[in-house]
C-alpha cells in the first residue's frame, strides 16, 4: 500500500496497513546539527525512517504587485481588487505542465492550498498591520466583509482553474488566527465575516469531488471548532498549539470521528527525555489510531534543540505502534 492509498483510506475512516508517517518538517540547519550527533554525513533520513510522501500546491495567492499600503477604504479596496487575477500565469508554480504530467502518476498525497485565513488575507506581517485589521472589524467590518468575499472569489477562480487540470486528494485551509489563549477575534466575528466567505471555495471543491477539507490552525483555536466544522471542514491539523487547550483526545470525544485528525504528537516533548517522548506518544497515537480517521504527526517543526538521539527514538517508536493498526508492541507500552 502507498502514501496515496494510507491517506485516502484513511480520510474515508477505513483502515489501512498503517497509517501514513509524514515527515515532519526538518531544516538543513537541524540536519546540520544531528550530524555532529550521530547522523552520518551523507545519510538522508528517508532512508533511516519510514516517511510517507506529501506533496501540497502552493499557487501565488498575494495581491500582484503587492501594495505599498493596504487599504482602509472602499477605494482603496476597489483598487486592491485590480491585483487579484486568478488567470495571472505567474499563479501558479514554477514548470506547471511538467508537474500536471507527473502528477497524474503519483503513489502519494496531493494537497491544494486554497486560502490563507483571516489575518494573511488583510495583509498582516506586523503588529501595526495586525492592530488595524483588529479595527477595522470594529470600525468597518463591512468593509472587511466585502474584502473577505471578494479574495474568497478570485481564490476560487483559481482553484476552478487548478482542478480542470490536477486531482487532488485534499484541500487545505491556512488559519492563523489564535494565541496561546485563544483565537484572536471572536468566534462570532469569525463566523460571520470569515468563514462565511470560503463557502464560494468550499463550492468549487464540492464541484470536483474534493471531499477531505482541511483546517490547518496554530496555538489555540478551541472556541472555533463548532463553527468551522458546521461550515463544511472534516480535518483539522494543529500546529505549535497548547496540547492542553489542543488536546486531540479530548477534541475527538466532542467531535466524534467525522472530524479527522492530523497532528497530535506535542513537538515539545521531543525536547525532553525519552520517558517523556513515550508517554506523549502512547497517551495519544494509539487510542486515536485505533477509532480512525487519525495520521499521527508532530505538531510543529522539529528545531535545533531536538537531539538527534530523541528524534531516532521518537520515529521509530512511531513505526512500531503504528506497524500494526490493532495492535502494540507490549515491551513499548
Given amino acids: ?53 506529501r506533496e501540497e500546491i502552493e499557487p501565488n495567492l498575494d495581491p500582484s504587485p503587492m501594495p505599498s499600503h493596504w487599504p482602509k477604504t472602499n477605494a482603496g479596496l476597489k483598487n486592491l481588487c485590480k491585483r487579484f487575477d486568478p488567470d495571472d500565469p505567474k499563479r501558479l508554480p514554477d514548470d506547471w505542465e511538467c508537474k500536471v504530467h507527473e502528477w497524474k502518476t503519483r503513489d502519494y498525497p496531493l494537497i491544494l492550498r486554497v486560502h490563507r485565513g483571516y489575518f494573511l488575507t488583510m495583509g498582516v506581517h506586523g503588529w501595526h498591520r495586525f492592530s488595524e485589521s483588529i479595527q477595522l472589524l470594529v470600525d468597518d467590518p463591512h468593509l472587511i466583509e466585502t474584502w473577505m468575499n471578494v479574495f474568497a472569489e478570485f481564490s476560487a477562480q483559481l482553484v476552478f482553474r487548478i482542478l480542470q487540470e490536477v486531482e487532488v486528494d485534499a484541500a487545505l485551509f491556512s488559519e492563523p488566527i489564535g494565541s496561546n489563549q485563544g483565537p484572536l477575534i471572536s468566534p462570532d466575528m469569525y463566523e460571520k465575516y470569515v468563514l462565511k466567505s470560503y463557502q464560494p471555495i468550499l463550492e468549487v471543491l464540492k464541484q470536483f469531488g474534493v471531499n477531505t477539507i482541511i483546517y490547518r490552525t496554530y496555538a489555540n483555536t478551541r472556541a472555533l471548532l463548532p463553527a468551522v466544522i458546521k461550515a463544511g471542514f472534516n480535518c483539522l491539523w494543529a500546529c505549535e498549539c497548547n496540547p492542553q487547550a489542543m488536546s486531540y483526545r479530548e477534541i475527538r470525544q466532542e467531535f466524534g470521528r467525522n472530524l479527522r485528525l492530523i497532528g497530535g504528537i506535542d513537538s515539545d516533548s521531543l525536547r525532553q527525555n525519552q520517558q517523556d517522548i513515550q508517554r506523549v506518544v502512547m497517551d495519544v497515537v494509539p487510542p486515536l489510531m485505533e477509532d480512525g480517521g487519525f495520521i499521527p504527526l508532530a505538531d510543529g517543526r522539529v528545531r535545533e534543540d531536538v537531539s538527534f538521539d530523541n528524534y531516532t527514538f521518537y520515529r521509530k517508536l512511531l513505526e512500531t505502534v503504528t506497524s500494526n493498526l490493532l495492535h502494540v508492541d507490549p515491551e513499548i507500552s
Fill in 1 to 53: 500500500m502507498n502514501s496515496r492509498d494510507r491517506f485516502i483510506k484513511t480520510m474515508k475512516l477505513e483502515m489501512p496497513d498503517r497509517p501514513p508517517l509524514f515527515e515532519d518538517g526538518i531544516r538543513e540547519d537541524v540536519l546540520k546539527i544531528w550530524r555532529d550527533q550521530g547522523l552520518g554525513k551523507k545519510d538522508k533520513l528517508e532512508s533511516l525512517f519510514s516517511f510517507d510522501k
